[in-house]
């Protein structure tokens, strides 16, 4: 079974910093990409920003060039340095891994998901 746990979210006030972190752990084989996607109450899901296993990244229009997305292979880590934060970052935020648990079957996985609220 393969597990992703989040860390870092809190109350930040607007403009200010988080930096989330997402660590998976257990059976994996090999991870295929890695991403940060968020959801507010009644809403669906929304992707904030992906890295694949090459480093290729890609971000959702409202966070471009405020949110980095990074990843350290050997550590099967992901960050999200989240900067310029605005009240309607706040959200739930959900790491998600589409991991390998052996050579031929993958899924997708979640995390539990982790509260930032930008609020002064």
């Known amino acids: 079974q393969v597990r992703l746990v989040e860390s870092g979210g809190g109350l930040v006030q607007p403009g200010g910093s988080l930096t989330l972190s997402c660590a998976a752990s257990?059976?994996?084989?090999?991870?295929?990409?890695m991403g940060w996607y968020r959801q507010a109450p009644g809403k669906q899901r929304e992707l904030v920003a992906s890295?694949?296993?090459?480093?290729?990244?890609n971000y959702a229009d409202s966070v471009k060039g405020r949110f980095t997305i990074s990843r350290v292979n050997a550590m099967n880590t992901v960050y999200l340095q989240m900067n310029s934060l605005k009240p309607e970052d706040t959200n739930v935020y959900y790491c998600?891994?589409?991991?390998?648990?052996?050579?031929?079957?993958?899924?997708?996985?979640w995390g539990q998901g982790t509260h930032v609220t930008v609020s002064s």
């Open positions: 998600n891994g589409k991991i390998y648990s052996s050579m031929t079957t993958w899924d997708g996985f």
């Open positions: 890295i694949n296993a090459g480093g290729a990244t």
């Open positions: 257990g059976s994996i084989f090999r991870i295929v990409a």
